[in-house]
């Protein structure tokens, strides 16, 4: 039994779901989380730091690791390999870290029949025209590209009901509202509490009256 709980995050590209991760981990007096740094073949983005947002590997390296078994999950989206190392998550899970996975509903599937204990979150945009906006305003992707998420955009939501919960990203502070409070209660849930306050419950059940 792992003490911390890993969150499985997914949205259609541009839902916000990274900047959500973000704030929430840039918050004092948070749970201890962190998120899960996933293999990928696609080419950094101008600022993106390898082994700070993706570890960027070439086609041959994620299939060796892939014949490995060094994944816990892995899926093909927008033309480029994406995995999550197994290694990486379940250190941090047996220290009691939470973890996040910003994956992709395929990913999201193979980790939920893995680990059936994982909570999983929805990440909707208030509407498809706030999405495309959003998209262009983060400035990372050229047109042609922004296109094909667009596009791929309507099949991932269309998984939004195989996940635990749904947030519905329209106000970024509401939104992390929302986060937090569905972070406090998987913590609160008894199997975490009983592992978190081992020491209270055995002197409660001891103490002879
Ligand atoms: P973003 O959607 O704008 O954040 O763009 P990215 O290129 O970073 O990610 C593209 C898609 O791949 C998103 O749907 C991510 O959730 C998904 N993704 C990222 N890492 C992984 C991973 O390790 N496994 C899987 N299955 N999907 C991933
Ligand atoms: P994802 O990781 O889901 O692809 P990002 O977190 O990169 O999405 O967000 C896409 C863009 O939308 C970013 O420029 C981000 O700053 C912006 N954004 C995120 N949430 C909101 C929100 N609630 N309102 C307005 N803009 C947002
Ligand atoms: P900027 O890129 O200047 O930081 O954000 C411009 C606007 O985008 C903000 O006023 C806000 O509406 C929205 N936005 C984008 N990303 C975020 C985010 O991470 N948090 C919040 N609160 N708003 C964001």
């Not at 959500?20 to 899960?36: F, G």
């Not at 995995?83 to 910003?102: C, H, K, P, W, Y």
């Not at 979150?121 to 400035?139: A, M, Q, V, W, Y």
């Not at 519905?168 to 509401?174: A, C, L, R």
Request: aromatic fraction near 10%; glycine fraction near 4%; proline fraction near 4%.
């Amino acid at each position: 039994m792992y003490t911390g709980t890993l969150f499985i995050i997914s949205a259609p590209s541009g839902a916000g779901k990274s900047s959500l991760i973000r704030a929430y981990l840039a918050q004092e007096n948070r749970h201890p989380a962190k998120v899960s740094i996933s293999h990928t073949t696609r080419k950094p983005r101008p600022g993106e730091q390898p082994g700070e947002h993706y570890y960027f590997v070439d086609n041959q390296e994620f299939e060796s690791l892939i014949e490995q078994n060094a994944f816990v999950e892995y899926a093909h989206v927008f033309d480029h390999y994406y995995g999550t190392s197994r290694a990486e998550i379940e250190q941090s899970l047996m220290q009691g870290i939470n973890v996040f996975l910003d994956i992709d509903w395929q990913g999201a599937k193979q980790v939920r029949q893995q680990m059936p204990e994982s909570k999983s979150i929805f990440i909707l945009p208030p509407s498809l025209k706030e999405l495309e906006n959003r998209l262009i305003k983060r400035g990372q992707d050229d047109a042609q590209v922004i296109s094909k998420r667009m596009h791929k955009a309507q099949s991932e939501i269309s998984h939004y009901n195989e996940y635990d919960y749904v947030i519905i990203n329209d106000d970024f502070d509401e939104s992390l509202r929302s986060l937090n409070a569905i972070m406090t209660s998987a913590s609160l849930e008894q199997s975490k509490q009983a592992i978190a306050h081992q020491q209270l419950l055995a002197a409660l059940l001891a103490a002879k009256y």
